[in-house]
């Protein structure tokens, strides 16, 4: 049995990441809840408390495709963590989008590309002060992964829906290999999961039109992969849940210097954004 942890889950109100908050409280933990609309947020802790009345949750609003909001979302954890005297045990990046009616940020990005991969970087590096050594960063990869065009993803190039998707799916996938091993004797320790292809969320019945699988086995997995031993030397790897054990991602993700390069360029996103220091 583990004992409480305190967790921060984005894209909480919804999807797998409403079935995974169930989960993680359903255990006893703290939940941190993200999501982008308060009323939402405020349905979700209300539907919570009913279900699990021992529940200990919060709730932060933030638009993670408005780069300013990620940095305004860590403040507001940083100080309601200090407050507490607490460390962040799990990070989960869960939040992601598909398909949106525009792609293009205010600050001129794609997007798909920083809701997906951008924003979640940028959170994780303005929490490593709390994310301790036995800390865990679990980020959502897909097994949809390409090659990723690095003009767009500082924004100078448009690609379609499913192009975007996967190339920002392998993008996590390259930084979280490349900040896992790099904090692998000081931790946080970061893996990347694919939760299972076609589950049932809004994203894939928008995408493909189907109903899909069901989401618990993308919670559990996440569950797993914030909690459980199996993990514990997992720093840097990546998870299949479709074939439900840890595999090769795409090859650029082994790359290392393609994968420096991605980190370079995303470092170099968040100087030009005047973003990244706590």
Aim: glycine letters at 6%; proline letters at 2%; one cysteine or more.
């Amino acid at each position: 049995m583990n004992t409480n942890k305190t967790i921060l889950l984005t894209g909480a109100t919804d999807g797998i990441g409403l079935e995974t908050a169930k989960m993680l409280l359903a255990q006893g933990h703290t939940v941190l809840l993200h999501g982008r609309s308060q009323a939402k947020l405020n349905a979700l802790q209300v539907a919570l408390t009913e279900q699990y009345p021992n529940a200990s949750t919060h709730t932060y609003i933030a638009d993670l495709s408005d780069m300013s909001q990620v940095q305004t979302l860590a403040k507001y954890v940083l100080a309601d963590l200090a407050e507490n005297n607490n460390q962040l045990d799990v990070l989960i990046n869960n939040a992601g989008v598909y398909q949106l009616v525009d792609a293009t940020t205010i600050d001129g990005l794609d997007a798909r590309f920083v809701v997906n991969t951008i924003a979640p970087y940028l959170l994780t590096k303005l929490l490593l002060s709390v994310l301790g050594h036995d800390s865990r960063v679990v980020n959502v990869s897909s097994a949809a992964q390409s090659s990723v065009n690095l003009n767009a993803l500082i924004g100078n190039t448009e690609l379609s829906d499913s192009a975007a998707y996967a190339q920002s799916k392998l993008a996590i996938t390259m930084w979280s290999r490349h900040l896992g091993l790099e904090l692998k004797d000081t931790g946080p320790l970061v893996v990347s999961v694919n939760p299972k292809s076609l589950l049932g969320s809004k994203m894939v019945k928008d995408a493909y039109g189907i109903d899909g699988g069901d989401l618990k086995i993308g919670a559990d997995i996440f569950c797993r992969a914030a909690l459980s031993d199996e993990f514990k030397d997992a720093a840097g790897l990546y998870f299949d849940n479709d074939t439900g054990r840890f595999a090769p991602p795409h090859v650029d993700a082994l790359d290392n210097a393609k994968n420096q390069q991605l980190v370079d360029t995303l470092d170099s996103i968040l100087a030009q954004l005047k973003l990244g220091k706590a």
